[in-house]
């Protein structure tokens, strides 16, 4: 896909000539340069020529020093004796009663020029995409350590309140063993307070 700043050209230089049918037209790659230097010396200022995608003069004798200076970022004019003044192509400005111009070719212009601007670039795009992918697997991660602790838990619940096999009365010397070597293991794993081990060691030791 081409660049912003290859479609903003290609459409200067589709609509700018529709624009005005007194004035003389200049597009990239055509600008000259006095008509160039005019129109920096009288209202455009310090602009660079490579970015300079066309230019309305309403000079009578081609001085370039009145009219329009379209660029990579937006556009000079000056009127009707108005002050120069410059529009970045993101503040959408409707023009209406110019002498000389086509108002609705250059509207429809603008209106171009505002929409390149203001698309966000393919880059953004991928930004926002891994962005919004970042997240969902940072959620993802977030409730499998969820489902994780809920399980760890589940675990300690079941190893604390049924490590106890067999019959819950009788109970030989070796069933007493093997259980409390699993009360021993559940007190060192930290799954059971000093209390619960004294408690449920007594528990079975009566059970003898």
């Known amino acids: 896909m081409a660049s912003k700043r290859e479609r903003k050209i290609q459409q200067i230089k589709k609509w700018l000539p529709r624009c005005s049918p007194t004035w003389s037209v200049y597009v990239y790659g055509a600008i000259p340069k006095k008509i160039f230097e005019g129109a920096c010396s009288s209202y455009a200022g310090t602009i660079s020529y490579k970015d300079t995608f066309g230019i309305i003069d309403e000079t009578l004798f081609g001085n370039g020093k009145k009219g329009m200076v379209f660029t990579e970022q937006g556009y000079y004019y000056t009127y009707s004796g108005t002050n120069a003044k410059f529009v970045k192509y993101s503040q959408l400005k409707t023009m209406n009663g110019w002498s000389g111009y086509n108002c609705q070719a250059l509207n429809e212009l603008l209106e171009k020029l505002y929409n390149i601007e203001t698309e966000a670039s393919?880059?953004?795009?991928?930004?926002?995409?891994?962005?919004?992918?970042?997240?969902?697997?940072?959620?993802?991660?977030?409730?499998?350590?969820?489902?994780?602790?809920?399980?760890?838990?589940?675990?300690?619940?079941?190893?604390?309140?049924?490590?106890?096999?067999?019959?819950?009365?009788?109970?030989?010397?070796?069933?007493?063993?093997?259980?409390?070597?699993?009360?021993?293991?559940?007190?060192?794993?930290?799954?059971?307070?000093?209390?619960?081990?004294?408690?449920?060691?007594?528990?079975?030791?009566?059970?003898?």
């Open 122 to 208: 393919g880059l953004e795009v991928a930004a926002g995409l891994f962005g919004a992918f970042m997240g969902l697997c940072e959620e993802i991660s977030d409730w499998a350590d969820e489902i994780e602790i809920n399980e760890n838990e589940n675990q300690a619940f079941l190893a604390k309140n049924n490590y106890i096999e067999g019959d819950a009365t009788e109970m030989t010397e070796n069933d007493v063993a093997v259980q409390m070597k699993k009360l021993k293991t559940l007190y060192e794993e930290g799954l059971i307070t000093s209390e619960e081990f004294q408690y449920k060691k007594q528990e079975l030791l009566d059970r003898l």
